[in-house]
């Protein structure tokens, strides 16, 4: 995929450290963007495999985040579910440049959209 196809979406600062910050789209959930302590970025569908469950509410550990509704933890690079839940969410390419995250258009315009969208929360709007 071509430069253009990414998109800035906030810069790493406004990522709380161990947090997240939710990206809006036109259709389907949100994106959830996590700020692992080493300042990695992952970004997953706000959504856990189990129950729906606003995984950017979760609580951040290492390089995974624990679901707020019933604790399922969710790998944040492969937004699967760590044994012996099984599942996963679905995982959008991350590029940082310049202390700004990037997500492919391509993928904020098609993965997930056939899930109903998550009702929790204010949502922070794409820069």
Known sequence: MSDDDWKKVCSLDEIPCLGARRVERAKGPQVAVFRTADDEVHALLDRCPHRAGPLSQGIVF?????????????????????EPDEGATPRFAVRLEGGAVFLRKSELDKLGTDFEPVRAGPCAHAC
């Open 62 to 82: 290492g390089r995974a985040v624990a679901c707020p509704l019933h604790n399922w933890t969710i790998e944040l690079a492969t937004g699967c579910a760590r």
